[in-house]
């Protein structure tokens, strides 16, 4: 805030007062700031006024504040006019004796006047491109209360000026109020009593003072809307000067460097959107083979999860059928073995019993036995066929010897053979049963 903050009050210029170049200016195409007269002089100029001022063109109208009139400009002065000369047309045109001389309507009138301009344009500005650089939008718009003060500032300062609509702009660089007004004279001695005025209200002398006290008020606006203690820049001189035509040649060949320079950036931009679109089919290309190969992949994937699981599948039944052949033959085999013990145990139970019962025989029946077991009595009997004949004599002798076939004598051996066999069976049976309880 050291430097202080610029203040401008610019009033569109009138001075080239030669019809040809008013006419002229009347009809360039690029609006009224495109010669030295770059007022409003008719109601085509103040149509491309009120297409610039209110962003007929774009979409930022959310940027642009009317703070006076509407979003018509033509028919806020319209309206003004009839405000401030109506009642003195009326005037005028009961004064008239021929109708040819009355006036019908006084803004028709002065629109195609070549003499006097219909309106008039002021742009106030306070602070410049760097100082509201990095501004958030929030601390623009207090602007607001300022350029209102300003309005009313305005017509207080300049009398004989009433403002038909106000704009501010926060599109640009930096906040400014565009004004359109009409500025009028009163006790005119020829035509209507009250008339348009611009070179009686803004002279060269007028607009110092107006522009010295304008500045004095709106830095002090600023201060109590921003709450600060900011000062101005001194005022530079020649601020509404007209441009040279020196000037104006050398501006409008840089504006049409900048619009060459526009040209060729915005044809730069075309062929990087088509550069961007290339690219996006191709990128869109590339997503799809990406896919196409992601469907493919997924696909292999499930083929062979299937394989896999076919053949884990397979595999588990084989193992499962062996596993059950396993069982079976261990069964088997247990079984086996089982009764493999109880054909053991019931040999083992038979050669203890016969053990037994030998040892107690007689010696004489241990004899029969042994010789039964040695087939003599097979021999004896005729089983045996190929038998010595010495043999059987000696088997013979050895029968009646022993008294062999005597009844008695085989009751008794029966009888005892008998009770040893049982005596043999309950000692084996306790031995067994003694053995289970020791385990």
Not at 41 to 46: S, T, Y
Not at 111 to 121: P, R, V
Not at 183 to 208: A, I
Not at 267 to 293: P, Y
Request: charged share 35%; glycine share 4%.
């Amino acid at each position: 805030m050291n430097e202080g903050l610029s203040y401008s009050f610019h009033l569109g210029s009138d001075k080239n007062k030669k019809a040809n170049v008013r006419n002229k200016a009347k009809e360039n195409a690029s609006g009224t700031t495109s010669l030295s007269n770059n007022t409003i002089q008719n109601i085509k100029q103040l149509g491309k006024v009120n297409h610039h001022n209110l962003r007929k063109y774009d979409n930022q109208l959310k940027l642009i504040n009317t703070i006076k009139g509407t979003n018509d400009i033509i028919n806020d002065v319209k309206d003004l006019y009839l405000e401030l000369f109506e009642e003195a047309k009326l005037e005028y045109n009961n004064k008239q004796k021929r109708d040819d001389r009355k006036i019908e309507n006084y803004f028709d009138k002065i629109s195609n006047d070549t003499k006097h301009d219909l309106a008039c344009k002021i742009i106030i500005e306070l602070g410049n491109m760097k100082y509201w650089k990095n501004k958030f939008q929030k601390y623009k718009l207090k602007m607001v209360d300022v350029f209102k003060d300003q309005i009313i500032d305005l017509e207080k300062v300049v009398p004989n000026f009433k403002v038909a609509n106000a704009t501010i702009h926060f599109d640009e660089s930096s906040p400014h109020l565009h004004i359109i007004g009409v500025p009028y004279k009163d006790n005119c001695k020829t035509g209507l009593s009250r008339q348009v005025g611009k070179s009686d209200v803004f002279t060269k002398e007028s607009l110092v003072v107006i522009q010295d006290k304008m500045r004095a008020r709106c830095i002090n606006e600023f201060n109590i809307a921003y709450g600060m203690d900011s000062k101005l820049k001194e005022k530079q001189k020649g601020k509404n000067r007209d441009i040279t035509s020196y000037e104006r040649k050398l501006f409008n060949e840089r504006v049409k460097g900048l619009k060459q320079e526009i040209s060729n950036l915005e044809n730069e931009v075309s062929d990087l959107e088509d550069n961007k679109q290339n690219i996006n089919k191709q990128i869109t290309k590339l997503n799809k083979d990406k896919e196409d190969i992601k469907d493919e992949i997924d696909q292999k994937k499930k083929i062979n999860n299937k394989i896999v699981l076919k053949s884990k599948n397979k595999m588990q039944d084989e193992i499962n059928k062996l596993t059950d052949e396993n069982n079976h033959l261990r069964f088997e085999n247990k079984k086996i073995k089982e009764e493999y013990e109880q054909l053991e145990e019931k040999t083992n139970y038979l050669i203890y019993h016969l053990n037994k019962v030998f040892e107690k025989l007689p010696e004489f029946i241990q004899k029969i036995v042994e010789k039964l077991f040695n087939n003599k009595v097979l021999t004896l009997f005729g089983f045996k066929h190929d038998y010595d004949p010495e043999e059987r004599k000696a088997n013979q002798e050895f029968i009646k010897k022993h008294n062999l076939f005597n009844k008695r004598e085989i009751e008794k051996a029966t009888k005892y053979l008998t009770d040893e066999m049982d005596e043999a069976a309950e000692e084996f049976y306790k031995t067994k049963k003694d053995d289970g309880l020791e385990r």
